[in-house]
């Protein structure tokens, strides 16, 4: 009898876990979020670091693909990245296979970690060290404080 109930209890918590690691599974929309310091401008169309009008879709499968279109009102294009998702507890991490249909090498290949929040409606990417590293770049400081985040929400 001890035997069954632990049986049981064992299943009971496996399912549930196999259901939470699905509950991101649909699509997603969002943009990026970014503050620069009131110090610091940018060119509306030709910097990285104008990044507020780059809108995302993501729709992730119960198959753990994904398809992202990444629409960059700068450079008035979409772009389409494929790949695959794990979710380990709350962290869901992308990794793309291929952009516009040609395989991903180098940075574009790189792991993308969103964080999935508490009531699972909110995935959140922070992009505050790479947004930092593009100014330092074009800006020529590293003192400079910013946060950049991309934002998605269950569509």
Request: no cysteine; glycine share 6%.
């Amino acid at each position: 009898m001890k035997y069954n109930i632990f049986v049981s209890l064992i299943l009971f918590i496996s399912l549930a876990a196999m259901a939470l690691a699905q509950d991101v599974v649909g699509k997603w929309s969002g943009k990026l979020e970014v503050q620069l310091p009131k110090n610091v401008t940018v060119n509306a169309k030709e910097s990285d670091l104008n990044m507020p009008k780059v809108l995302v879709d993501l729709t992730l499968n119960a198959n753990k693909t994904f398809v992202q279109i990444v629409d960059d009102a700068r450079a008035e294009k979409k772009s389409t990245i494929e790949g695959t998702w794990t979710l380990t507890g709350k962290m869901l991490v992308l990794k793309p296979l291929k952009r516009d249909g040609k395989p991903v090498t180098g940075a574009a290949a790189a792991d993308r970690t969103y964080t999935l929040s508490k009531d699972g409606k909110t995935l959140t990417m922070d992009l505050s060290a790479k947004v930092k590293a593009k100014m330092e770049s074009e800006k020529g400081t590293s003192n400079l404080k910013s946060t950049a985040r991309m934002v998605l929400k269950r569509a």
